[in-house]
């Protein structure tokens, strides 16, 4: 039986660690969601790891993910290796499962939907009230 294939995870590698300067546009936001805005395309969960573990750092010391950036913090950002198959399906989502010259049924057409909005709808309790 041959072995299973792995997910090749050299696909897209970010070649080195990336030192990152915090300006006035970043001073006072969470490292956590400095990250997420940073490395996109990343899961959550990998971006939570490499904060516990102590891979990212912050003026060459360890943080956690509350951690507030101040202006001027230096931040380390480890080299990712990312799945490339995983990334392409989580891009596309939606779109990939459905041809971009389909349409569904039930999507109303514009004529349709100026015909909904034309009609004057009238609460049944409105014809008992007498003018």
Not at 12 to 20: D, G
Not at 65 to 71: A, C, I, M, W
Request: net charge positive; hydrophobic share 35%; proline share 9%.
């Amino acid at each position: 039986m041959p072995p299973a294939s792995k997910p090749n995870l050299s696909a897209a590698p970010r070649a080195a660690v990336e030192q990152a300067t915090i300006d006035e546009g970043h001073s006072g936001q969470r490292i956590d969601n400095f990250l997420l805005g940073r490395l996109k395309g990343v899961p959550k969960s990998h971006v939570y790891r490499i904060l516990r573990s102590g891979e990212v750092r912050v003026n060459k010391g360890r943080i956690d993910q509350t951690y507030r950036l101040v202006l001027g913090d230096v931040v380390r950002i480890p080299p990712l290796r990312l799945d490339e198959k995983a990334n392409a399906n989580k891009a596309n989502g939606f779109q990939a499962k459905m041809p971009k010259n389909a349409r569904p049924d039930w999507l109303a057409t514009d004529e349709i939907r100026h015909l909904i909005s034309s009609l004057h709808y009238e609460p049944p309790c409105a014809r008992l009230v007498a003018p």
